[in-house]
Structure formats: structure tokens, C-alpha cells
């Protein structure tokens, strides 16, 4: 599998099984098993040999707020990683994922690969 390829299907995987529930820690309480009140940023998860984590983004869409997917495993494409070290990410809007849609995509989709559907 080319290296493209294995971020993609990490990527999918997380979303798929790990992301709406990471999201969900930031809205709940931490007496109810949500994040501590001043986190911005998730524990790592290891998905596929990839370390990844959600954290809040802060001045994205007219500064409503977002959520950024980092991997801690690879950094940017033509970064020196002996000098400097940048993961990968991908930032999306709150409004995008909840009011969009792409939430219930991402769900809906997860539950379609758990079935077996895709």
C-alpha cells in the first residue's frame, strides 16, 4: 500500500469509528465523562500505527470555531523533519460538521463500513 493510500484509510478509520465520539467529549460536562473545562485538545489515539488527536480550533469560520484532525506521525510534505517538525492536519467548522452535515456523513458512513455496506 503506497504511503497516500495508508493516510487515507487511517483517516477514514478514525473518522469513522473514533471522531464523532471525540467531538461529543467536547460538548458533554466533565462530570458527565466529557474533556477536563480547559482542554482544547484530545488524548493521541492510535489508529493503524498513526497517532491522532482532535483539538479545538479557535478563529476558523469568522472566528464561530472549529475542530482540527492532527497526525502526530507525519509531518507536512516538504518540511526538513530534522529541523522542523509539522503534522499533518485537517481543520473543519463547527457550522460544517453539525449545521452542514458532514457529521451525519461521517456516521453514516461508519456505520455503513461496520455493516459491511461499503
Not at 78 to 92: L, Q, R
Given at each position: 500500500m503506497?504511503?497516500?493510500?495508508?493516510?487515507?484509510?487511517?483517516?477514514?478509520?478514525?473518522?469513522?469509528?473514533?471522531?464523532?465520539?471525540?467531538?461529543?467529549?467536547?460538548q458533554k460536562p466533565p462530570a458527565e465523562g466529557g474533556l477536563r473545562a480547559d482542554a482544547m485538545i484530545t488524548p493521541d489515539i492510535e489508529i493503524g500505527g498513526e497517532m491522532l488527536c482532535i483539538q479545538r480550533a479557535l478563529g476558523v469560520d469568522q472566528?464561530?470555531?472549529?475542530?482540527?484532525?492532527?497526525n502526530r506521525s507525519r509531518?507536512?510534505?516538504?518540511?526538513?523533519?530534522?529541523?522542523?517538525?509539522?503534522?499533518?492536519?485537517?481543520?473543519?467548522a463547527s457550522r460544517f460538521l453539525y449545521e452542514g452535515g458532514l457529521l451525519k456523513l461521517i456516521t453514516d458512513l461508519g456505520e455503513k463500513y461496520k455493516n459491511g455496506q461499503l
Open positions: 503506497t504511503e497516500a493510500i495508508t493516510i487515507v484509510v487511517v483517516m477514514m478509520i478514525f473518522l469513522w469509528n473514533s471522531f464523532p465520539a471525540a467531538l461529543a467529549e467536547f472566528d464561530r470555531g472549529g475542530y482540527i484532525v492532527r509531518c507536512v510534505k516538504d518540511k526538513d523533519i530534522e529541523t522542523s517538525f509539522t503534522p499533518h492536519e485537517v481543520c473543519w
